[in-house]
């Protein structure tokens, strides 16, 4: 059988694909972490990130079907995984049932998997469709025109002037809906989690944990989840909570918040 043969058959092959492809994921919701903290900057920035990326065009489909083809391969992995742990676990027939050592993390990884796969569902039909919140879509809010040239480490990523999608004014009007906010944060809250235990089998997997630094390993997942988590509770709990304000000028900034209980007004 090939090499690429083998990574697919074999139990260990299948731990490496899933650590493989969860690294990569990784990099993917960091990144995507680092550039939506943009948010809390000039809204030329976030505007022109987003209207560079939409701009890349078959590079933007060709991460996308990369994207979609790792995550495939990461749940695919992840449920045949589970079935053959169940049914050696079925053939020993322990007397006792007990979770000697599991953490509470990797006792909940299908669940916590399962909630993300939901909130990227609803994500992609919110932010990417627009079919969540379409009355706060980009493309149904006026353009924004960019101030100035928006740079990144000094590569141009759109020049002064140019017309581009409000996708800040988006993120401002959607997060002021707590029902959305706190789905966001409990979402991302759970995918937190689910990377607690993930980072640590992916080190396992790569034969990168042992007892001598098992111990500082658990402090430096810990500390890299809790970051991830309070970067993305940050970005709509400001919103929501009035700590982060649109910009003045902004199209986000001329439409007045929703009263949530219209009969609180009433005299
Ligand atoms: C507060 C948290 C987040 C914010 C503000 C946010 C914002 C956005 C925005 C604005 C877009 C659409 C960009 C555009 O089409 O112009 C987007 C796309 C996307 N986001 Fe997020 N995101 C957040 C969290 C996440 C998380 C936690 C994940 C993954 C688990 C994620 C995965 C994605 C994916 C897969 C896309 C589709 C990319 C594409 O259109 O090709 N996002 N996000």
Request: charged content about 15%; aromatic content about 12%; hydrophobic content about 50%.
């Amino acid at each position: 059988m090939s090499l690429i043969g083998n990574f697919f058959t074999s139990s260990i092959g299948r731990k490496l694909l899933m650590a493989v492809s969860g690294l990569i994921l990784v990099g993917f919701v960091f990144g995507h972490l680092v550039g939506n903290l943009q948010i809390f900057g000039e809204p030329d920035r976030i505007n022109g990130y987003a209207h560079f990326l939409q701009s890349l065009g078959p590079v933007l489909w060709a991460v996308r079907l990369g994207l979609l083809a790792t995550a495939a391969v990461h749940i695919w992995a992840a449920v045949v995984l589970t079935l053959e742990n169940k049914k050696a676990r079925g053939a020993l027939d322990y007397g006792v049932k007990g979770y000697i050592r599991a953490t509470v993390a990797s006792r909940y990884m299908r669940l916590t998997g399962l909630v993300v796969l939901a909130f990227i569902v609803y994500h992609i039909a919110h932010f990417t469709l627009g079919s969540a919140d379409s009355a706060n879509y980009k493309d149904n809010l006026p353009h924004f025109t960019l101030t100035e040239d928006v740079r990144e480490f000094g590569f141009p990523l759109a020049a002064k002037g140019t017309e581009v999608h409000d996708v800040y004014s988006m993120i401002f009007l959607s997060f002021r809906n707590p029902i959305i906010s706190g789905f966001y944060i409990l979402a991302t809250g759970l995918l937190s989690f689910h990377l607690l235990h993930g980072f640590e089998s992916m080190f396992q997997t790569f034969g990168l944990r042992n007892h001598r630094w098992c111990c500082c390993l658990r402090r430096f997942t810990t500390l890299i989840c809790l970051a991830y988590f309070v970067g993305n509770l940050a970005i709509p709990g400001a919103i929501w909570l009035g700590l982060n304000k649109p910009h003045a000028g902004t199209h986000a900034a001329s439409v007045a918040p929703v009263a949530l209980c219209t009969s609180c007004d009433a005299k």
